[in-house]
C-alpha cells in the first residue's frame, strides 16, 4: 500500500481489508466486507473492463482456497483478453487469522503457479489490531465506483 498510487485496490475479507483501509483509506479501494472468496472475481471483472486501470487484489490464504476456479479464470482472461492489467497478491498465512486462526490446506497448493501475475507473500500467523472499518458497504461501493468513473489514465 505504501507504494500505491493510481491502482485500484481489492482487498479480500476481514483482517486484510481492515489493515489497508487503517493504513491507507481512499476512494480507490474496495474493501470485501462480508463474503470471502470474492476479491479476485471482482478484480478480474474492473481489469476487463477498465484495461486503463491497474487493478490489485489483495487476497487470504483461505479466501483464495474457496474460489480456486477464479485462477483458471484469471489465467484465460490473460491469455485471451489480454487481461494484463491484474496483479494479484495472495498474503499467506495458512489459516483462516481473522476468525481465530483454524488452519487451511494453503500449504498444499502453489498459488503462484496457477495464473500469471499471481505472488504468494508468507506472513506469519498472528492476528493484527486494525479495528472494523467504520464504512457502510454501501458508502464503500458508492464511493468506489465513483472514483473508478472519474478516472481516466493514460
Ligand atoms: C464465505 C465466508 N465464509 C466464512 C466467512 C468468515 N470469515 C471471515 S474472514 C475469515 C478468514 C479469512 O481467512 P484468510 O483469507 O486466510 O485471511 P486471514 O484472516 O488469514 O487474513 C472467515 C472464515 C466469511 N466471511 N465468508
Ligand atoms: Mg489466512
Not at 491497474?54 to 489480454?82: E, P, Q, R
Amino acid at each position: 500500500m505504501k507504494n500505491v498510487k493510481d491502482e485500484v485496490v481489492v482487498s479480500s475479507t476481514g483482517m486484510i481489508s481492515r489493515e489497508v483501509y487503517k493504513y491507507k483509506d481512499r476512494d480507490l479501494n474496495f474493501y470485501m466486507m462480508g463474503s470471502m472468496g470474492m476479491a479476485l472475481a471482482i478484480g478480474i471483472g474492473i481489469a476487463l473492463r477498465r484495461k486503463d486501470l491497474k487493478v490489485i487484489v489483495i487476497n487470504g490464504d483461505g479466501s483464495a482456497l474457496m474460489s480456486m476456479g477464479t485462477f483458471a479464470l484469471h489465467k484465460w482472461c490473460y491469455f485471451n483478453k489480454d487481461m494484463k492489467n491484474l496483479r494479484h497478491y495472495i498474503l499467506d498465512n495458512n489459516v483462516h487469522a481473522t476468525t481465530g486462526g483454524q488452519k487451511t490446506a494453503s500449504d498444499m497448493v502453489v498459488f503462484d503457479d496457477l495464473a500469471p501475475e499471481t505472488y504468494t507473500i508468507q506472513v506469519l500467523p498472528g492476528k493484527g489490531d486494525a479495528p472494523r472499518i467504520p464504512l457502510r458497504p454501501c458508502r464503500i461501493s458508492e464511493r468506489f465506483k465513483n472514483a473508478i468513473l472519474c478516472k481516466q489514465i493514460k
